[in-house]
């Protein structure tokens, strides 16, 4: 990332050997949306985990924009952290945000005409599961694709 920084590795929680980023935007920056999804999509061509490529870069994209839109992770010098679990089925991807946020992930119902409030629901058809969780004042927002034979 030209701005920012990935940092490989594990971010904590139990499952300490799955490949996790933790992304930020460089000094004075914030997060590039673009620049995480294209390293995100990155880590998984080079393990070929067998998703969809595109509906993963997709999904992950939506995820990110919503915590940089709605949390301390839009800060200048914030980030997210981003855990990969791959299953026998299904990839797992947990998108952690730096807190602060002001409500919980929901779906909207959305006209015609809207210009957002799409995301989650793109989520939610795209994605064999997804959900969310709060611990402290961070939240992760997850979402599941199944493995190709």
């Not at 300490?16 to 880590?43: H, M, S, Y």
């Not at 999904?59 to 791959?86: M, P």
Request: charged share 30%.
């Amino acid at each position: 990332m030209t701005g920012g920084h990935l940092a490989p590795g594990p971010v904590g929680g139990p499952d300490g050997g799955c490949p996790a980023l933790r992304l930020v935007g460089g000094t004075g920056r914030r997060l590039d949306i673009g620049e995480a999804r294209r390293a995100l999509r990155g880590v998984a061509e080079s393990h070929d985990w067998g998703v969809d490529l595109d509906d993963l870069e997709l999904l992950a994209s939506e995820v990110l924009t919503n915590a940089v839109r709605y949390t301390a992770s839009g800060r200048r010098g914030g980030g997210v952290d981003v855990r990969l679990l791959v299953r026998d089925d299904c990839l797992r991807v947990e998108v952690t945000d730096d807190g602060g946020a002001r409500t919980v992930p929901h779906l909207v119902e959305s006209s015609d005409w809207q210009e957002s409030g799409r995301g989650l629901l793109m989520v939610a058809v795209l994605a064999a599961d997804w959900g969310w969780s709060a611990e402290r004042s961070r939240t992760t927002v997850w979402f599941e694709l199944l493995r190709k034979e």
